[in-house]
């Protein structure tokens, strides 16, 4: 648990919000506006969960070189509006470094899924206050729309909003005890479940379907989720970090391995994440079940489906693709998967919009063929998936990066829903997938158990 002490200097902060506040002239038409402060680097959840507006989003990159914590939604969007909004995107910058304008959120397994919409999600925010670190540099970034006939009303709500920046505080201590604990489904469906999509029958129409597992806990006081959070951080690297809260007993957040996309104008990275063994309980067991892994033919094939699709899918949409022969070894704390990188070179006119439908849900997620498989989970699942194997992350002016939402979990109050997945294809055995569902537990239960 993190319990840094530090002072945010909140004051000069927000007298030099107010002096660029004071720069401004009424605009001619609807204008969003940036004031942006640099600022020392600062825990970004122990800021979060010290403002008191909701949502608060938080997210940061795979490598930890981009982390923000953003609170209050000032203006709402999905991809479909992506151009139009680029465009739009004034530079009216008056901070003193002016930061790039960039929008988070993400959507759920199923893109128009209505809890999802319930917890922030199927949109993109611009927030009011975001907490920025990209590598070394800080800001803290405070975004207003202005409109000519309402603009002295916004500048008297912008002054009242700027004084209700708080100070980061040290996330307090806490000790969550587990009341009650169940499986959905439980071994005995899981198991027939599997041996049927393993059924020679079914492998003929679906080569391969991704499980998932829902384990609720009841839990005995009201948990931080930022606190959550900074617990499953602190012991998962490699790893993208997301949350969206939206009221103090309502949140979705995870820790997860796996990269949708990165986009850089027209390149883009992306990777087929899939094969799993647990981790070793000393350097050389761990040595033996990474070097099984790596030849294990019912794990390579689970990867080598998730390549074909993801190659496939990217066919049209680029002039070059180009994916790692074989994979390498992603050793995570709990488990270690198996993994492919793969860039493409992008046609010019391709929008994320056409990159998400492309690649969601990948077959680390969803299936193969996708269609035959979502049919299956759909007919078959019993699980509300909700924003578990969705996607999360954000639009930037120059880049745009999503993660795929596996290893998290959603709290509603008392209760915590901790999702786990496990691709389904010739070859698997029951008992084995349900421990890979125990193995990839342990990271989401290490947070809870902290
Ligand atoms: C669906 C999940 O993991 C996916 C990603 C990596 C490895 C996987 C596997 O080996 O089954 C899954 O495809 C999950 O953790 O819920
Ligand atoms: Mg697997």
């Known amino acids: 648990m993190l319990t840094v002490a530090f002072d945010c200097p909140a004051d000069p902060v927000i007298e030099q919000l107010q002096a660029q506040l004071d720069q401004l002239t009424c605009p001619t038409r609807d204008s969003l506006v940036q004031l942006s402060v640099p600022v020392a680097t600062m825990p970004a959840l122990a800021w979060l969960q010290a403002q008191t507006n909701f949502p608060k989003m938080y997210w940061s990159s795979r490598d930890g070189n981009l982390e923000a914590s953003a609170v209050g939604s000032i203006d709402q969007w999905w991809l479909d509006q992506t151009e139009a909004k680029r465009a ?4 009216l910058y008056v901070g003193e470094v002016a930061a790039e304008w960039r929008y988070y959120g993400g959507h759920g397994f199923q893109p128009d899924d209505a809890h999802v919409s319930e917890l922030g999600g199927n949109r993109l925010h611009l927030a009011q206050w975001e907490y920025r670190r ?8 405070f975004n207003l729309l202005l409109q000519p006939s309402r603009y002295q009303q916004q500048l008297v709500q912008a002054r009242k909003a700027l004084l209700q920046l708080k100070a980061a505080q040290p996330i307090p201590p806490q000790q969550l005890t587990i009341d009650q604990q169940q499986h959905s489904p439980n071994y005995d469906h899981w198991q027939q479940r599997v041996l049927q999509l393993t059924s020679p029958a079914q492998q003929q129409r679906t080569s ?7 384990t609720t806990l009841q839990v005995a006081q009201l948990a931080n989720p930022w606190g959550l959070l900074d617990s499953w951080q602190a012991q ?6 997301f949350g969206m809260q939206v009221a103090a007993d309502k949140a979705f957040f995870g820790c997860s391995p796996e990269r949708l996309f990165l986009r850089k104008k027209y390149q883009l990275y992306t ?3 899939a094969g799993t063994c647990a981790r070793g309980q000393n350097q050389q067991h761990d040595h033996i079940l990474a070097g099984q892994l790596l030849n294990d033919r019912k794990n390579i094939y689970e990867n080598q489906l998730v390549a074909d699709d993801i190659e496939l899918q990217l066919a049209g949409l680029s002039q070059q693709i180009d994916i790692e022969p074989e994979p390498h070894l992603v050793p995570l704390a709990q ?5 492919r990188i793969i860039s493409a070179r992008l046609n010019p006119q391709v929008t994320e919009l056409e990159l998400l439908n492309a690649l969601h849900p990948t077959a680390a997620v969803g299936g193969l063929p996708r269609q035959s498989a979502l049919h299956y989970l759909a007919q078959h699942e019993n699980v509300a998936r909700s924003w578990y194997a969705g996607v999360f992350g954000m639009i930037g002016e120059d880049r745009s990066e999503f993660c795929v939402t596996i290893r998290s979990m959603e709290q509603d109050g008392q209760q915590l829903r901790l999702f786990t997945g496990a691709g389904i294809v010739a070859g698997s055995d029951p008992r084995t997938e349900w421990h890979e569902l125990n193995s990839k537990l342990k990271s ?3 947070a809870v158990q902290s």
Do not use: F, T
């Open 88 to 91: 739009q995107w004034p530079r």
């Open 236 to 241: 998962q690297h490699g790893c993208y970090q």
């Open 134 to 141: 990209d590598d070394e540099k800080s800001w803290l970034i």
């Open 335 to 339: 488990v270690s998967h198996l993994c």
């Open 271 to 273: 990777e087929a994440l």
């Open 208 to 214: 391969k379907v991704v499980l998932c597992r829902e």
């Open 444 to 446: 989401a239960m290490s």
